[in-house]
């Protein structure tokens, strides 16, 4: 076989590496609508994109954070902990008991408090990664605990339930985040998650913060060499980490019109699993947002169509760690085929 018949079937076979994913779910939607009774209607699919809106905000984050060759496992329980928090405030309040009053916010500022809240644990796991050199693994493996743990300590393991607000506090209004907008079937989640992904994308693709981000994922000793601040910059990547999972517990606070402390229960692996799937490189350097956003949809798809064929749950862990091996294998093959590809190119043009 000739170099020139060598290099155009690496390009066929990188064309497909690299549009997976989207082949995926299409062969995913085909497949669910034969097994699942209307599953293609416009009712199905806007549940299916409510649940999708969730991973990809996180996945989101994640992908960041995963560019720069880190992990966050927290994410699934700052969702619970800052959804316990946004409960709180709207049926409870807050109460200072050195002055005798209790606080009443309104929605806006409950959304602002529980997203900052979501940053800050988000920039202590980097503070943590960066100041005292400890594995991301590590570091948000202990925070996972420590916000499920803080989830339940603000309840006592009960719930926030009907989280309607009353008109005399003035804090009503909370469930708009779970509602559709209005006149459309289109969930106000999705719109949030679209507006939060164009955002991600611009920064990362358009900006030098992003452009860092890439360096400090390719190799971060060469970025620091280059004059990056490499520990400012993992600071804020996980703290829009924290940020997205924030958000995250809002809007699904929002939908439930509830608050539970294991809300967001295992939702990192569907974020890690969304930005892989996604193209997100686990060896950092490599990622899209709108990668991610394609994976959201698969893990969703996967997630709701197993739901609705009767698979149990016990399965569904199955077949979704498995989805995250294969996408992880794939990954590596497709950055060898890039390196082969990379060295005929170089070969041929000696």
Known sequence: MSSKQKTSNGSWKMTLLKGRTFIVLIILLIFFSFKANNFLSVSTLMIVAKHVALYGILAIGMTYVIITSGIDLSVGAVVGLTGMIAGGLINEGLTLKVFGVTLYFNVVAI???????????????????????????????????VA?????????????????????LGNTGFEIFGRNIPGTPIPVGVIIMVIIAIIAAVVLKKTPFGWHVFAIGGNEKAAGLSGIKVNKVKMLVYAFSGFCSGIVGIIATSQLVAAHPRTGESWEM?????????????????????????????????????????????WQMVIKGLV?????IIDQFQRNLQAKMALQARNENK
């Open 270 to 314: 569907n974020a890690i699993a969304a930005a892989v799937l996604g193209g997100t490189s686990m060896s950092g350097g490599i990622g899209t947002i709108g990668g991610t956003i394609v994976g959201a949809f698969v893990i969703g798809v996967i997630n709701d169509g197993m739901v609705m064929c009767g698979v149990s749950e016990f």
């Open 111 to 145: 959304v602002i408090i529980s997203a900052i809240i979501g940053a800050i644990i988000g920039l202590i796991n980097g503070f943590i990664i960066t100041k005292f050199n400890v594995a991301p693994f590590i570091a948000t493996l202990g925070m996972m605990y």
């Open 324 to 328: 995250i091996v294969l996408a992880v």
């Open 148 to 168: 499920r743990g803080l989830a339940n300590i603000r309840s006592g393991g009960a719930t926030f339930s009907n989280l309607s607000g009353n008109k005399a």
